[in-house]
């Protein structure tokens, strides 16, 4: 088994640190810790923009949360569990789908291939993918939620005879591509799990351009001028009725997911909200295509939070996350403004998920 490095892009000032730079920073006042054979590099982010983040969101005439707080280790731990409920077809009609596939992926990728995974959870269809790819460079699986991603990063490194070099970031501000072992002939981003539909339609579009230029980067001497893919799985446009129902599990699931996000604030950033105060639901907005999911105000209170009072009016709602779903057409619209062209499209036989495999449009 590899061992597994976990590369942690803190900001810094305002800047993120590169890699070059990331062992400087370490001597600097971070600590070197080793657990179970895993050498972590530790760095405390700066939790000040993420409060900004909350305070700008909650003071909004429309009231938000950023969707990436729902990922803590309990908060990812509750995804895995939303993608085993009845009602959420997603993760099990991609998982299918991977599984005819991702031979074809893999042959699409071609020899000493990095794969980049930005958002990768638990890697469980990574897992497809790795086991398809002829002679895989490296993983680089990218993550917000700390020790889940390195828990994943693990279990993949004991399955695969692969080098996983994981990246704690948001990748959302950009990070740096670690360097690996083996010649670089290309790299590859997938993207699966819908995880685009997370991001507005313009959001989405500078994503997938983000995604393009990292594939197009000649760091020294790595890559061979083989063009690399940008792989995307995405929820389709289906009845109102099933989708809503994946949002609102009988179970309480999802609603959990959203509770979690409360009652981070107040341990993490002292932003003392009162989960009880509040009901979830998820409705389909058609002008967004979307699902949105919000907490409800259940009565009118006013929490204090870094010396701002914010009020929250009984009937009005915190925006918790989007869940954007595509036709392939306007998917591959969506990809075109993006600077990539969609080279093929797998759908499951019902129309319910899809992945495209994208190439940049300039090679
Ligand atoms: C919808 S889940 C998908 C997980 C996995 N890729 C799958 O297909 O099952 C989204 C994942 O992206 C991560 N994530 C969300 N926002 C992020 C951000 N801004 N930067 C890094 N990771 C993020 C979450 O921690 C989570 O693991």
């Known amino acids: 088994m590899w061992p597994v490095l976990l590369l942690e892009s803190c900001l ?7 890699v070059e730079n990331i062992f400087e920073c370490q001597s600097e006042n971070e600590q070197l810790a080793v657990q179970d054979g895993l050498q972590l590099l530790e760095f405390a982010p700066q939790q000040r923009p993420l409060l900004e983040e909350v305070l700008e969101g909650l003071t909004a005439e429309e009231k938000s949360l950023p969707a990436k707080l729902h990922y803590d280790q309990r908060g990812s731990m509750l995804f895995e569990q939303i993608c085993e409920v009845d009602e ?17 992926l893999g042959d699409a990728f071609g020899n000493g291939c990095m794969l980049i995974e930005p ?14 790819m002829p002679d895989p460079a490296a993983y680089v699986p990218v993550d917000i939620s700390r020790d889940f991603l390195l828990e994943s990063a693990t279990a993949i490194a004991d399955r695969h005879d692969i080098e996983v070099l994981p990246v704690w970031a948001d990748f959302t501000k950009g990070h740096p591509i670690p360097a690996c072992e083996a010649a670089v002939r290309s790299r590859a981003i997938y993207f699966p799990g819908s995880t685009v539909g997370n991001f507005s339609r313009s959001e989405a579009a500078s994503l997938l351009r983000t995604f393009g230029t990292m594939i197009q ?15 995307v799985g995405f929820d389709c446009k289906k009845d109102q009725g099933r989708m809503e129902a994946a949002y609102n599990d009988a179970e309480g699931v999802t609603a959990e997911f959203n509770y979690n996000v409360i009652d981070r604030l107040a341990g993490e950033l002292g932003v003392a909200l009162d989960r009880n105060k509040f009901t979830f639901r998820a409705d389909w907005v058609e002008n967004e295509g979307a699902i949105v999911s919000r ?16 009020t929250f009016e009984s009937g009005e709602a915190i925006r918790m996350e989007e869940s954007h779903k595509y036709t392939p057409d306007e998917f591959e619209l969506l990809a075109e403004e993006s600077g990539l062209t969609m080279e093929k ?12 495999c994208l190439r940049p449009l300039s090679v």
């Open 12 to 18: 810094r000032n305002g800047v993120y640190v590169s």
């Open 88 to 104: 959420y077809y997603i993760t099990r009609t991609e998982l299918a789908l991977m599984r005819e596939i991702s031979g074809a």
């Open 119 to 132: 958002g990768s959870g638990a890697s469980l269809k990574t897992d497809l993918l790795l086991a398809s």
């Open 217 to 231: 980067e000649q760091p020294d001497d790595e890559l061979s001028g083989v063009a690399g893919a940008v792989v």
């Open 295 to 310: 907490l409800w105000v259940d009565e009118s209170h006013s929490v204090e939070m870094a010396g701002t009072v914010v």
């Open 345 to 356: 499209i797998w759908t499951d036989d019902a129309g319910d998920f899809a992945v495209a």
